[in-house]
């Protein structure tokens, strides 16, 4: 499976770009996805699903484009969707223009399940936000973490329906009992590994 790192929007978010055999997959389309159809259409993939990993505009923002333009499903983990009007009605704030079409999911489903071929198991990892969901590939070695943790720091809880207390146990359930050379893709900021961060993140010790 290759993976592709392609930030998007104002606060230059994360996107990434997941394809093998054809058919691709796109996690946390943080705006205008323009650079992202471009890149599916000069290769010649089937965009088969949009994957979120929680509701904060700058993680879903270019879902619906993607989606109306492809015929792909977006997935949403629905403990999020009671954000999804405020993060719309606010998004001014961070600089998005007004969504020009409702955005529209399909309820994500927790526990294992196949994208690609490849086998992934769709954590629910609450804190940041109560619906944050974290999508591991752990035959490849990867974990899409939104913005659960980062390299040498964590997701912030001060925003509707965080809690550090949950970011904290998700952590530690969840990232800390992978292997540790999984490879963390959070939201933001370079990639880590699970073994790092459950040895040298600062919020742990």
């Given amino acids: 499976m290759q993976i592709r790192i392609i930030p998007l929007g104002p606060l230059q978010t994360n996107g990434f770009l997941l394809s093998d055999n054809g058919k691709a997959v796109f996690i946390d389309p943080g705006d205008d996805p323009a650079k992202v159809l471009e890149l599916i259409k000069s290769e010649g993939l089937e965009l088969t699903h949009v994957l979120i990993t929680h509701i904060h505009l700058d993680h879903f923002y270019g879902a619906t484009r993607l989606a109306d333009e492809t ?54 990892t609450p804190g940041h936000t109560p619906g944050s969901v974290t999508f591991h590939f752990p035959d490849e070695g990867v974990a899409f973490v939104g913005d659960l943790i980062f390299a040498r720091s964590v997701g912030r809880t001060d925003y509707t329906g965080g809690n550090t207390q949950d970011l904290m146990n998700s952590i530690r359930t969840h990232i800390f009992t992978m292997p540790e050379e999984t490879v963390l893709l959070p939201g933001h900021g370079p990639a880590t590994k699970a073994g790092e961060e459950k040895e040298h993140n600062p919020f742990f010790k």
């Fill in 71 to 124: 015929g792909a499903e977006v997935l949403v983990y629905e403990k999020d969707a009671f954000l999804i009007e405020e993060e719309v009605r606010n998004g001014w704030e961070m600089g998005y223009p007004e969504l020009e079409k409702e955005f529209t999911y399909t309820p994500l489903e927790l526990g294992e399940q196949e994208f690609l071929g490849c086998k992934c198991v769709v954590l629910p």
